[in-house]
């Protein structure tokens, strides 16, 4: 699903991001990438997204080249790919149902299907009784699950989450882990950034660790409790 080819970014002569990194994400593997303040992480996700370029080497998501992606294309290609922030990124002018519904609404879905997808996400967040809230009304743990549903809200194969526990206590966060390990187990691709070592060390997942923008550890396939790889 993921593939990184000896890639670097270099955003001037002073300051390389990342240093021909090399790794692969199956279809349906749960990834952790981690690593010090600085180390690139946040650069490897927008690489992902198409909201930078790769300097050398190249970034292949579903068997796409991205380095040579058309811009027009660019908002196609996130369609596919749900993203899910630390900070949540929720509108609190709107309702929980039309903050999840909003990347459907953007792709002309007819107003049925949206319902039924929206409260089809909400459920599996286990949200669907607070769809006519304000996601201000809700705890710190529950907006990060509306953010998720919204993220998931399209069936995306890919799952990008940048420190979706930083706010949340050890309780929460093993929750907001749990469901992102139900959508690897259904194919979703999930690359999960985070600080957390306790939680990652929880998991038992495979872990991606940059130092200084180069992959110290994780390139190879892990083979995951019960075999899978």
Do not use: C, W
């Not at 990124?89 to 709107?94: A, C, E, G, K, T």
């Not at 006519?132 to 009304?137: I, S, V």
């Not at 526990?165 to 093993?174: F, H, I, K, M, V």
């Amino acid at each position: 699903m993921i593939e990184f080819r000896q890639v670097t970014k270099r955003y001037d002569s002073d300051h390389t991001a990342l240093r021909q990194v090399s790794f692969e994400l199956d279809r349906g593997e749960l990834a952790f990438l981690t690593g010090h303040s600085g180390a690139g992480k946040s650069t490897l996700l927008k690489l992902l997204m198409v909201m930078e370029r790769p300097t050398a080497g190249e970034v292949v998501v579903g068997g796409q080249r991205l380095n040579t992606l058309p811009k027009r294309q660019i908002p196609y290609l996130r369609r596919h790919i749900g993203v899910v922030f630390q900070n949540h990124q929720l509108l609190f002018d709107r309702t929980v149902f039309d903050n999840v519904a909003m990347p459907l609404e953007v792709m002309g879905v007819s107003p049925t299907d949206i319902g039924r997808r929206v409260r089809a996400a909400l459920d599996k967040v286990g949200l669907l009784k607070k769809e006519k809230m304000n996601p201000m009304q809700l705890s710190g743990g529950e907006q990060q699950r509306v953010g998720i549903a919204r993220a998931v809200v399209n069936k995306p194969p890919l799952l990008l989450a940048d420190e979706p526990t930083g706010n949340l206590d050890p309780e929460l966060s093993a929750d907001i882990m749990h469901l992102f390990t139900q959508f690897s187990q259904v194919g979703v691709t999930v690359l999960i950034a985070s600080h957390d070592i306790a939680l990652i060390n929880d998991m038992g997942r495979r872990r991606l660790t940059l130092d200084h923008g180069r992959l110290t550890a994780g390139a190879g396939s892990q083979v995951m409790p019960g075999g899978r790889v």
